[in-house]
Every structure is written in C-alpha cells, then in structure tokens.
C-alpha cells in the first residue's frame, strides 16, 4: 500500500516521496538468514509429513470419509497401521516443536474427534495404560474397507 507523504506527516517524514507500508500490521521484515532457516524448517517438515502420511491413499480416503483435517486422518492412519501408537509417538509425528501441554491437549483433541466420527461405523479406538492408543485388528480391517483402501 503505498501512502502519500501528508497522510503520515506527523510520522515526521520530510521527503515528497511516496512511502511504501506494510498492507498489515502483523507483517514484519523477516532477516535473511532466519527467512532461510525457516525455509529448510518447511522442507524438513514436509518431508516428515511425507514420512509419516507413508499410505497417502489411506490417509486421503480417511479424510473424505469421515470429513477429518489432515492432522486427524494422519494419525487414524497412524492408528490403522499400528497395533499401539504411544502418545510420544503421536506428539513427535503430529506436534513436532509445538508446545509439550498444548499437543497434549491436541492429542485428546483429536482422539475425542475421531471417537466421535468413527463411534457410528462400529469402530473404536482404546486406550492402552502404557500410554498410548489402539484399534482392535478387525476394527482397523473394517476401517480400511470403509475408507476404500484394502484391508489386511
């Protein structure tokens, strides 16, 4: 946006020149070498979404399914290709660098949702005192027929 020099003449600026401003205030120079870090942070965790949406087609029939956001559908697929999933597991792979007590209550979250959306399909997801979740085998055959993907 580009701002003529009498509207922000009380900023105390002296040349006729038009002064560029940021289109918001939530934008903020971001230095090279941090803009370059972050760009690799990106790649790396894209790759690890890579890594861990290691079934695509599952996870994307899961998503349309059941109507879930990436994060749910990754860790369903999670659920459907292990027989545990221990809470650190789902906290590395889904809120990697997030803030421990904040993924934490984002696993509960999640897990409450999928309860919730699997519930109707006959399908549960149990949780093991070790610490973490898990899917009955014929639960997760029926969940892979339901979401189009072939079963075991």
């Known amino acids: 946006m ?23 205030p939530e934008m903020v120079r971001v230095p090279a070498p941090e ?9 790396e965790l894209r790759s690890q979404l890579a890594e861990l949406l290691s079934s695509p087609d599952l996870t994307m029939h899961l998503s349309r399914r059941f109507r ?3 994060r749910a559908a990754a860790l369903l697929a999670l659920l459907c290709n292990r027989e545990i999933v221990t809470r650190d597991a789902i906290l590395a792979r889904l809120f990697r660098g997030e803030d421990y007590l904040a993924a934490d209550v984002g696993v509960r ?14 399908v549960s997801i149990d949780f093991v005192a070790a610490g973490g979740y898990a899917m009955p085998a014929a639960d997760r055959a029926r969940l892979k027929r339901l979401a189009g993907g072939s079963a075991p």
């Open 2 to 24: 580009v701002v003529d020099q009498l509207s922000i003449a009380a900023g105390g600026l002296t040349s006729n020149k038009p002064v560029r401003r940021a289109a918001s």
């Open 35 to 43: 803009l370059r870090r972050l760009r690799e942070e990106i790649i």
């Open 68 to 70: 879930l956001t990436t």
């Open 109 to 122: 979250v999640l897990i409450c949702r999928l309860r919730k959306a699997l519930t109707p399909h006959g």
